[in-house]
């Protein structure tokens, strides 16, 4: 049975329904991605337009099928918002989807599923009573909704232990989705994630070095961590960064510097 574009099943699980949306999804997240070079190319307000045009694709009809939400319907949902998450950053293929929704701060499409829901629900039961919920009562609604969410968000950042990108922007992950400044660019990109041009990311993943050591110093592990606090060839931008945010390198710091916090 197919009604409204969505396709219950007998039990209610919509099996079919997400295998049928996640090739669509993919298709568009691939189509919009191939418009959202590395460098250069839209700057970050329409990237992040052409990823509210998949997540809307994705989210429709939320409140209905948000209790079906299986492993392997999340699965589904993930695989297209990590290919359009990670054009937003202008970051690496190989970024994981974790790290890449975290840094384009897009919470998981099953937790906006959630938030959907909240909202749906409340106006069912305010219209179920003979009443007509306000902007504002659906506005407060929605707010705390979104609260939650990044509590959940948070909760699942924290199980398992996450990466470097997780260890540093899960503290400030409130203040990091709802900022209103700072733009991530294809470097940027590469110190936050440590997918890059990297020794210990072209030895270990891209495979197109053979160890992992510093070309300019020779220090045995080349990485984002080495190449901000620790590699001499890069002392001069150093000391100019310090300037700006401080003597903390850590990216933690990088991400919400004291003199932005609020």
């Known amino acids: 049975m197919r009604y409204l574009g969505l396709t219950p099943d007998g039990r209610w699980s919509f ?3 997400f295998d049928q949306l996640a090739p669509r999804l993919q298709n568009a997240a691939a189509a919009l991605g191939r418009l959202l070079h590395k460098v250069g190319g839209p700057d970050s307000p329409c990237r992040r337009l052409y990823a509210g045009i998949v997540r809307s694709m994705a989210l429709y009809g939320a409140p209905l099928w948000v209790d079906a939400l299986s492993a392997h319907n999340k699965a589904l949902l993930r695989r297209p918002q990590r290919v359009i998450a990670v054009r937003v950053i202008r970051g690496y ?4 989807w974790t790290a890449a929704s975290l840094l384009a701060g897009d919470p998981p499409w099953e937790l906006q599923a959630e938030v959907l829901a909240k909202v749906y629900q409340f106006r069912s039961w305010q219209r179920a009573n003979g009443e007509r919920p306000s902007v504002d009562q659906v506005g407060r609604i929605r707010a705390l909704a979104q609260r939650a969410l990044i509590q959940w968000w948070t909760e699942d950042l924290g199980s398992p232990a996450g990466s470097v990108t997780v260890d540093a922007i899960r ?3 409130r203040r990091w989705v709802n900022r209103r400044h700072g733009v991530l660019t294809f470097r940027l990109s590469q110190v936050l994630t440590g997918h890059g041009c990297f020794g210990k990311y072209l030895h270990q993943i891209a495979r197109r070095e053979a160890t992992p050591a510093c070309h300019e110093c020779g220090a045995p592990i080349d990485s984002a961590r080495h190449i901000l606090e620790e590699c001499t060839a890069w002392e001069p931008q150093r000391r100019a960064l310090v300037a700006v945010i401080g003597g903390d ?3 933690s710091h990088h991400i919400m510097p004291p003199r ?3």
């Open 15 to 17: 099996g079919p329904y």
């Open 93 to 96: 293929r190989t970024v994981s």
């Open 171 to 173: 503290p400030h992950l």
């Open 249 to 251: 390198l850590s990216l």
């Open 260 to 262: 932005i916090r609020p």
